[in-house]
């Protein structure tokens, strides 16, 4: 009886091991890259890392990003699709062994079933059995590469959510920053505006200045005290949208006022365009992906071939209980195949579903890799572009600040008309506005450029293993 099984087990091993498996062997995609950037102007290899923001200098920042990555949420979403994949490779990893059971069974009766004479019948066994669908033609380990290659997909896609939740979250402070400045500089001008309306409004009243003139410092008064709520209820917006990126309720952010943000010390160097497949995590998690589905179409070819499977049951069994275990034991071996004939082509349609499925994602993959290189191209432009029209932007507030003292001066001494001073404040006004805007889409340039290199975020050796 030993003997049988340990034939049983060593034919399963044997058929295990000289299977073969049916299905199109996965090959990476090939792309035409570009052999440069067309905007890049830094030499050297990428080595943008997570924690360049450092450079800034600004801890209130790091400690936001710290914040952000222990508790926002889609970034424990992505966590847990991890630990879920991993138990899904561990379940379909089972189905390549051998699956063993136990049963026991107790009948009476007061007739034979086997003869179907009228007398007690009694029969108890328990036992051990075991089932083991053979994988010839690869099935279970093109479900096993399947589920593999879903389980290092949702670790590049954890990579890129981390990635992209500190690029958001970098980006809604420099926006903060930016509206606390558009609120500093309504206000300042709110003050000196209802200062000068002040004044205006006595040299009227004393006939000294003409009603249009107090009637003009009205409005611009009105127009500055108009920005100040608007640029605090962005203030406000951003405030909460920066507070669900770190995975707590909309509320203020403790932070410096006035910041002042420098990044010209800071050059990234872009490398290769080759080099950006590597680096960007959604790339490789469109490449698993594919790898995945490549796998799925092994799976639907072997369900058109038969299936082996073998079983083998050692038990004991008895007429009477007490007597269970005085028999000796007993077993059953067997073998069996089964396997489709006609079923209307239903199984050549899975077949041809799982390649177009495939192909879809081959093309979801090169369509990755196009955004890829799209999103450096334009965060180089923006980078470059940005710097220059910054630095017009800052020459045009000097200019702006002097002739709006200027025409003061010159209006207190009755050289010119208050429709002069009038225009210099609004131009200086605007040019203060439009220099933070600027300075806050320089920095975000850098994130972008950040983001889409990467992060410089290097493939972990156990992701690429096989």
């Given at each position: 009886m030993k003997t049988r099984l340990i034939y049983f087990i060593f034919a399963g091993l044997l058929l295990n091991l000289s299977s073969c498996m049916v299905g199109p062997k996965f090959s990476a995609p090939e792309t035409d890259n570009p052999e440069v950037f067309a905007n890049d102007n830094i030499e050297g290899d990428s080595t943008v890392s997570l924690e360049w923001f450092e450079v800034l200098g600004d801890s209130i920042l790091i400690n936001l990003i710290d914040s952000a990555l222990s508790n926002n949420k889609n970034l424990l979403m992505a966590a847990s699709r991890?630990?879920?994949?991993?138990?899904?490779?561990?379940?379909?990893?089972?189905?390549?062994?051998?699956?063993?059971?136990?049963?026991?069974?107790?009948?009476?009766?007061?007739?034979?079933?086997?003869?179907?004479?009228?007398?007690?019948?009694?029969?108890h066994m328990g036992g051990a059995s075991v089932n083991w669908e053979i994988d010839?033609?690869?099935?279970?380990?093109?479900?096993?590469?399947?589920?593999?290659?879903?389980?290092?997909?949702?670790?590049?896609?954890?990579?890129?959510?981390?990635?992209?939740?500190?690029?958001?979250?970098?980006?809604?402070?420099?926006?903060?920053?930016?509206?606390?400045?558009?609120?500093?500089?309504?206000?300042?001008?709110?003050?000196?505006?209802?200062?000068?309306?002040?004044?205006?409004?006595?040299?009227?009243?004393?006939g000294v200045s003409p009603e249009l003139d107090y009637n003009q410092s009205q409005i611009q008064q009105a127009m500055a005290a108009q920005a100040v709520p608007l640029y605090k209820?962005?203030?406000?917006?951003?405030?909460?949208?920066?507070?669900?990126?770190?995975?707590q309720n909309p509320g203020p952010i403790i932070r410096e006022r006035n910041t002042n943000l420098t990044i010209d010390s800071v050059n990234i160097p872009v490398g290769l365009p080759s080099e950006l497949l590597l680096r960007r995590a959604d790339v490789q998690e469109a490449m698993q992906q594919l790898k995945a589905q490549n796998a799925r179409i092994g799976v639907a070819q072997a369900m058109r071939f038969p299936s082996i499977s073998l079983t083998g049951v050692l038990g004991i069994v008895s007429n009477d209980l007490s007597t269970l275990f005085d028999n000796g034991g007993i077993y059953q071996v067997s073998g069996g195949l089964l396997g489709p004939i006609f079923q209307f082509g239903k199984n050549k349609r899975r077949v041809e579903m799982e390649r177009e499925k495939t192909n879809q994602l081959r093309l979801q993959y090169e369509q990755t890799v196009l955004?890829?290189?799209?999103?450096?191209?334009?965060?180089?432009?923006?980078?470059?572009?940005?710097?220059?029209?910054?630095?017009?932007?800052?020459?045009?507030?000097?200019?702006?600040?002097?002739?709006?003292?200027?025409?003061?001066k010159r209006y207190d001494g009755g050289v010119t008309s208050f429709l002069e001073v009038l225009d210099s404040e609004r131009s200086y006004f605007n040019s203060e506005i439009t220099a933070s805007e600027v300075s806050m889409q320089r920095l975000s340039a850098y994130v972008l450029l950040y983001k889409s290199l990467g992060g410089g975020w290097k493939i972990p050796e156990e992701l690429i293993e096989e």
């Open positions: 991890i630990e879920q994949s991993r138990a899904y490779l561990g379940f379909t990893k089972a189905d390549m062994y051998p699956s063993f059971g136990y049963t026991f069974e107790s009948q009476g009766a007061n007739f034979n079933p086997n003869t179907g004479a009228k007398s007690d019948f009694n029969m010839f033609w690869g099935k279970f380990r093109r479900s096993n590469q399947a589920a593999r290659a879903d389980l290092v997909a949702d670790e590049f896609a954890k990579e890129w959510i981390k990635l992209t939740l500190i690029s958001d979250v970098v980006e809604a402070y420099f926006q903060l920053l930016d509206y606390d400045r558009r609120v500093e500089i309504s206000q300042r001008t709110l003050d000196s505006r209802t200062e000068s309306l002040e004044i205006i409004g006595k040299k009227f009243y004393r209820r962005q203030v406000a917006i951003t405030e909460n949208r920066l507070s669900i990126l770190l995975g955004v890829a290189f799209q999103e450096v191209e334009n965060a180089l432009i923006s980078v470059n572009t940005l710097k220059e029209e910054y630095k017009a932007i800052t020459d045009q507030v000097e200019a702006a600040k002097s002739a709006a003292n200027l025409s003061n």
